[in-house]
């Protein structure tokens, strides 16, 4: 009897709110849908707010193989910008890449631009395309183009500062000693412009 009394009671509370046990249970799931659509949108929002905004700074370690000059150089560099929208990024450098072996050095100046992807199954890694065009001044040899297309990721490590990781082909201006690279005899003769060249970097970046 007991059973039924509370079979009753529900039944009764039920019509007196004037909804049915169907009823009950569409609105679970409404809520249900709601309360999942607010998860995900909370989620694509965090995933913008990690993407910086406004002032932009980065300094960067940097290793060419080979680059302006005929063996690998390695040097640093800064950028500086701004984000125009919440993905993409406008800017630009200067650095310095210095020639190991032949002890000679570019100054690249360029402008930057990169584009970010924002996807909420990456929370944790934000990858983006970047392109560089600008010039180069040798500290040897005269001037040229710089370029660069890079593809890279995003790692933030607190709210403002973040490692990137880029790598990408360049095209530059190339040079060598009296228009040869491997032999003694030229080798005090000065560095001159010849020629363009096609090379591949790495770079290891700090976002802040």
Known sequence: MRIFGLIFCVLASCLAFGQTPEDIQREHL????IAVASLKEDKNSNLIDKIPSGYVGTV??????????????AGVETVHGWMV????FLGAGVGYIHSMRYN???IPIFAEAKFYFASEYMRRIYPH???RL???LATEGGSGIYSQAAVGFRIPVTEKIALNLEVGPQYVTKYTRGGR???TVTYKEPWATNGYTFGFFGRL???F
């Open 104 to 106: 000679e050095g570019v």
């Open 134 to 136: 600008g010039g180069q």
């Open 30 to 33: 409404r809520k249900k849908n």
């Open 181 to 183: 690279h491997d032999s």
């Open 129 to 131: 395309l970047g392109l």
């Open 85 to 88: 929208k919440p993905k993409i």
């Open 60 to 73: 960067a370690l940097e290793i060419n193989a080979p680059g302006a000059y005929p063996e690998s150089a």
């Open 205 to 207: 970046g700090i976002e």
